[in-house]
């Protein structure tokens, strides 16, 4: 599978498409936290009070997780799709494959950075981020 390179320019115009795509999967990212606070809670209620009827209570909510983590992978999807890299959800973190004077880098973006202004190489991550020239 042949990997789209980016120019420093290409990576940037694409930012703003790839922020908003990046909220929405943050907002969902919580969501989904949130839900599975809510049915340990409920599981954690039902242990305790020791009721038990034989149907799965909990079937709806599990469910609903289930669900949601589907959409989340087709959204974290859509970022490989697009030739990019999510890195990470909180902060978002994206990389865009490029190439630095012959050598194969990744372009770097931090969720809070008004553009790309960093690369690193393959193997050095993000704590080996260098500033664009």
């Given at each position: 599978m042949d990997v789209k390179l980016f120019t420093v320019e290409e990576a940037n115009g694409m930012l703003p498409d790839l922020i908003a795509d990046l909220k929405v999967l943050q907002k969902l990212a919580d969501d989904i936290e949130e839900k599975q606070r809510e049915l340990l809670r409920a599981k954690a209620r039902q242990r305790?009070?020791?009721?038990?009827?034989?149907?799965?209570?909990?079937?709806?909510?599990?469910?609903?997780?289930d669900f949601l983590k589907m959409e989340g992978e087709l959204l974290v999807g859509n970022f490989a799709r697009k030739g990019v890299q999510l890195k990470m959800i909180h902060p978002g973190l994206i990389d865009f494959p490029a190439m630095i004077d012959g050598e194969n880098v990744l372009l770097c973006w931090r969720e809070g950075e008004e553009r790309v202004m960093h690369y690193h190489t393959w193997h050095d991550g993000f704590q080996g981020r260098k500033p664009l020239a």
């Open positions: 305790s009070s020791g009721a038990s009827d034989g149907e799965d209570p909990f079937f709806e909510a599990e469910s609903m997780i």
